[in-house]
């Protein structure tokens, strides 16, 4: 029998997380610190160089610049189809700007309020170190901003292009690992960062389908973007026989895959 996060309780399921993550803090943190403490001086060059990837804001100004541009030019060029395509462009840059910069969001307040001292504390401090409302960078270690903004970025994307899926938490998964590596941060910090991130995107999808942006939902519960010219464009699968499944983000109901649902 295969146990899913749905057939817990809320009681059961904070439970079980807490106790991972205190887990986390006492085997895994302390380990993978010491393992970044004797990288390799050029491994970890280079990994500085990969984390940078993992700000946000390469992600925020550009969709934010062509939100705007796409609504103005709907209300320059007259005709529906014209305002149809501006439209459609907005709604799914809105998306992606949506999605990055509330998780974000999320992110950098949950950091500053819990303030959790980062890894160049420990010696002194140890792994379990809080100092609640510091907004201090010293004491903003959980959860990682760069782990939370690249995986929402991911997930976003993966969602709109389902092909590239796995390129893309690939890509993720090693932007979150630098901050680790490089001590920047705990390894509880980029899991819980990556996680963050993942969640977020799921949520803003279910409240864009809500009101028929970008997003509708399918008879079985599944999601699909609006329009089969979009759907080409952006490399999904054609429809099978069976719809479009009814993905969850811990557990399929149907025990079918979202096959158009771009998780």
């Keep these: 029998m295969i146990l899913r996060l749905k057939n817990f309780t809320i009681v059961e399921q904070v439970v079980l997380a807490l106790s991972l993550v205190l887990l986390g803090f006492l085997l895994f943190d302390p380990f993978m610190l010491e393992r970044a403490r004797v990288l390799d001086p050029e491994a970890r060059t280079a990994f500085k160089a ?6 946000s804001n390469w992600m925020l100004i550009p969709t934010g610049a062509a939100i705007a541009l796409a609504l103005v030019l709907r209300r320059r060029h007259v005709g529906f189809r014209n305002a149809a395509g501006y439209g459609l462009i907005a709604s799914t840059i809105g998306f992606v700007f949506v999605s990055v910069g509330g998780a974000g969001l999320v ?14 504390l420990f010696d002194t401090m140890g792994p379990f170190e809080f100092k609640l409302f510091a ?12 782990a939370t903004n690249i995986f929402a970025f991911a997930t976003v994307i993966a969602m709109l292009w389902p092909r590239g899926k796995v390129l893309l938490y690939t890509v993720a998964f090693w932007i979150a690992a630098s901050r680790v590596l490089i001590g920047e941060h705990y390894f509880t910090d980029a899991v819980l960062g990556a996680i963050l991130g993942t969640v977020v995107p799921y949520f803003v999808r279910d409240r864009f389908a809500a009101r ?23 490399g999904w699968p054609k429809p099978a ?23």
Excluded: C
Aim: charged fraction near 20%; glycine fraction near 14%; hydrophobic fraction near 30%.
């Design 50 to 55: 990969v984390t940078n990837i993992g700000r």
């Design 107 to 120: 992110a950098t307040l949950t950091k500053n309020i819990l303030g959790r001292a980062r890894p160049k």
């Design 135 to 146: 907004f201090s960078p010293d004491y903003a270690s959980l959860p990682s901003g760069h």
């Design 212 to 234: 028929r942006w970008l997003f509708e939902r399918t008879p079985d519960g599944g999601y699909k973007i609006r329009g089969a010219r979009t759907q080409r464009w952006l």
């Design 241 to 263: 026989a069976s719809s479009f499944g009814n993905t969850q983000l811990f557990g399929t109901s149907s025990g079918k895959s979202e096959a158009m649902g771009g998780d």
